[in-house]
Every structure is written in structure tokens, then in C-alpha cells.
């Protein structure tokens, strides 16, 4: 059984920056995606960048430039670091992965950036 556990959410200023991390455990397949989605208030629940696990990534357009995905495989470890931090930028952050044939999500990270 895959387990994912974020970690690192907070209260930043608009500006700021702040990384967050999903350590995976159990027996992890490939191939496989990880990836950071968030969710505000009101709102459906959005992708926000994609790993595969050959390294390719994807990032939504909001937040192209300003995050970025990476892994730590020795780790089982996805990070996103978040610079440039926008109050849009306000949700709570999932942590994903997929692999054959099963979606397993973390129980997610709040990040609130103030203005």
C-alpha cells in the first residue's frame, strides 16, 4: 500500500517563497507520475506541475517560472518549490501519484500567502 504524506505549508507574504515535500512509502511501480495539485476555497481542484518518473515535467501556465517540481528518488520525494508567492497562490496543496492503474493522493498541505 502506497502512502504519501506532505509536508511544509505555511503562512508567507505575498513575494515569499516556500518548498513543499510528499515523502512516498511502500512499493512504488513504474512507470509512474507524480505531481502537486492544489485547491482553494470554492474552487475545483487544479493541477499544478507533473514529474514523470524519467523526469519529464509539466507545469500549469499560472505558475510557470515561479515553481518548480523535482524529485529525490534515493528519498521516495517529490518537492515543490514555490517562489514569487501570489494570494491566488492560497489552497490547499495534494501531493499524487500515479501508476499502473491507481491514483493515490496525500492528505494535503495548506499554504496561505497574504497580501
Known amino acids: 500500500q502506497v502512502q504519501l504524506v506532505e509536508s511544509g505549508g505555511d503562512l508567507v507574504q505575498a513575494g515569499g517563497s516556500l518548498r513543499l515535500s510528499c515523502a512516498a512509502s511502500?512499493?512504488?511501480?513504474?512507470?509512474?507520475?507524480m505531481g502537486w495539485y492544489r485547491q482553494a476555497p470554492g474552487k475545483q481542484r487544479e493541477l499544478v506541475a507533473t514529474v514523470t518518473n524519467g523526469g519529464t515535467t509539466n507545469y500549469a501556465d499560472s505558475v510557470k517560472g515561479r515553481f518548480t517540481i523535482s524529485t529525490d528518488n534515493v528519498k521516495s520525494t517529490v518537492y515543490l518549490q514555490m517562489s514569487s508567492l501570489e494570494p491566488e497562490d492560497t489552497a490547499v496543496y495534494y501531493c499524487?501519484?500515479?501508476?499502473?492503474?491507481?491514483?493515490?493522493w496525500g492528505q494535503g498541505t495548506q499554504v496561505t500567502v497574504s497580501s
Open positions: 511502500g512499493t512504488i511501480f513504474s512507470p509512474n507520475v
Open positions: 499524487k501519484l500515479r501508476t499502473i492503474g491507481r491514483d493515490y
